[in-house]
Each structure stands twice: as structure tokens, then as C-alpha cells.
């Protein structure tokens, strides 16, 4: 009988540990931010209207179903590398927890899912936008990552159409307020990218991953442009205010906060210290959601 409650105890184990990989595969956290980005677009593009909470909870799910089926392809198609970084090294497939046959199962299912569920829920252009996001970053960003910065440019592309697919959700159409998030959520996308570069520098060279500018050098000049492009969020977080979006508040605390962002350069362009990066990748963190948030409770 201890040999039955055994094996059924090791039967049980597997099964769950199996379920937790596949869990590990959506980078939960990711695609949670995913999720609330698409629903901050859908909310600011309905204003005042009611929200039809069906519709907004199958954007959410779906969101987080694309954005996890985008993540786990790009872990198959990154398996060798992962297993050269510290940070990537423990994840489901390079410990072979799963097979690439099964993740890839896995991916498609969740693409399916996602994109049925955002077409009853939504409607065709917000289906169609989300698999250009879909392929944006698995077939252009993902293999680009070994070419040069340019992969960043191409990767903030999928990285910002969240809000706009949210707001195409809410209103049926692109609009130049779609735009003007997506646009916010773009330039944001390169100081994000380059501080998490400069960060796991030694990571992604032992991958053979070159997202940093300037030929991939921590300097003065890589330091630079993670400012300049800190430095046209602050405009550009403004122009939900001028286009009636949105009222003076969340102007003025989108302004603080891109100063305060901002500061955070300066830092890294005296000093050039890993401390300085990692305070702008944390800074990056805080940064968009706040002013998300703002933007939502300051609608006109």
C-alpha cells in the first residue's frame, strides 16, 4: 500500500510541476501588463460611457492569452539561448520541464484562444492588429535581437498597440488619440528597453543578443539616447490634455513624473554604473502606469 500512496504521491507531483511550467511559459507578470495596458486603452477610449464588463474582461483574458502566446514561441525559438543566460538559464524548456513540441502546442492553442475570444468580444480589426502584434514580435523581434538595436525599434511596435488594440476594442476605429497612447507607449519602449540592457549586459552577450545602441556600448553615448528619448516623453504624455482626452491634472502629473524619469538619466550619464541603469529600468516601471492611471481618473 506505501508503494501505491508512493507512486500515486509522485504521479501527482509530476502532474503538478508539468501544470507549473506551463504556467511559467506566460510570464504571468508580463502578460498581466499586457492586459492592463489593452484595458487602459479600452477604458480612455469609452470616456464616460458605461462599461460593458463582458467585453472588457474578454479583452483583459485575451490580452493576457495573446501576450503569453507571444512569449512562450519567442522561449522555443530563444531555448539555446535562454540556457547561456543566469536569468532565463532555470526557466521550463532550457531545464527541459516541457519539450519544444509540447510548448509549441501550447502557444498555438493560446493564440487560437486569444484571438477567438478577442473576436466575439471585440471585433475584426482588433483581431487583426493583434496577430500583427503577434507575428511583429515573434518573427521580426525575436530573431532581430542578434542583429543590433534595430530589434528594439521593431519590438516597440507590438510593445505599444496594447492600448491602441484597447482603444480600437472600445471605439471600432484607429483615431488620432489611438495613436497619441500608442505613440506615448512607443518612445517609452527605448529607455525600458536600453536601462534592462545595460542592466543584463553580460547576460546577452553570452547569448549573442545586441539590443544596446551605439554598437552596444555602455557610454556616454548610449547614455544619451536613453535621455533624449526619456526627454520626448514628456511632450508627448501631454498631448492627451491638448487633444481633450484628458484634463490639466493628469498633465501635470505626467509632467512631474517624466521629470522625475528624466532625472534618472542624468545619473547614468555622469556615472555610466549599473546602479544608474537599474534605477531607470525601475523608473521605467513606475513611470507608465502612473501616468495611465492619471490619464484615467483625470477623462473629460
Known amino acids: 500500500m506505501n508503494v501505491i500512496a508512493e507512486k500515486e504521491s509522485w504521479a501527482q507531483s509530476a502532474s503538478f510541476m508539468r501544470i507549473r511550467s506551463y504556467f511559467e511559459l506566460l510570464k504571468a507578470r508580463l502578460s498581466m501588463l499586457v492586459a492592463f495596458s489593452a484595458c487602459f486603452g479600452y477604458l480612455l477610449g469609452l470616456g464616460t460611457a458605461s462599461i460593458d464588463w463582458f467585453q472588457f474582461l474578454g479583452l483583459a483574458f485575451g490580452g493576457f492569452l495573446l501576450s503569453g502566446a507571444s512569449v512562450t514561441l519567442n522561449q522555443i525559438m530563444e531555448v539555446n539561448e535562454d540556457r547561456k543566460m543566469k536569468r532565463t538559464q532555470n526557466r521550463p524548456l532550457p531545464l527541459s520541464k516541457l519539450s519544444k513540441q509540447d510548448a509549441l502546442v501550447y502557444a498555438f492553442v493560446l493564440l487560437g484562444l486569444s484571438l477567438t475570444l478577442l473576436y466575439f468580444v471585440t471585433n475584426l480589426l482588433v483581431v487583426v492588429i493583434s496577430f500583427v502584434s503577434f507575428l511583429l514580435y515573434c518573427f521580426a523581434y525575436t530573431p532581430l535581437k542578434k542583429v543590433g538595436s534595430i530589434a528594439v525599434l521593431v519590438g516597440a511596435i507590438p510593445g505599444a498597440l496594447p492600448p491602441l488594440i484597447g482603444w480600437v476594442a472600445a471605439t471600432g476605429q484607429l483615431s488620432h488619440a489611438a495613436m497619441i497612447i500608442f505613440g ?35 557610454d556616454l553615448n548610449t547614455a544619451i539616447q536613453i535621455m533624449v528619448y526619456t526627454l520626448f516623453l514628456i511632450p508627448l504624455s501631454l498631448l492627451p490634455a491638448q487633444f481633450g482626452l484628458t484634463g490639466l491634472k493628469s498633465a501635470i502629473v505626467a509632467t512631474i513624473c517624466g521629470v522625475l524619469f528624466l532625472s534618472q538619466t542624468f545619473l547614468l550619464m555622469r556615472d555610466g554604473s549599473r546602479k544608474s541603469a537599474l534605477k531607470i529600468m525601475y523608473s521605467s516601471f513606475i513611470y507608465l502606469p502612473v501616468i495611465q492611471i492619471a490619464y484615467l481618473l483625470d477623462m473629460s
Open 184 to 218: 506615448i507607449q512607443f518612445i517609452w519602449q527605448f529607455p525600458h528597453f536600453w536601462a534592462i540592457a545595460w542592466v543584463a549586459d553580460e547576460d546577452y552577450k553570452r547569448a549573442g543578443f545586441k539590443l544596446l545602441p551605439a554598437g552596444g556600448r555602455k
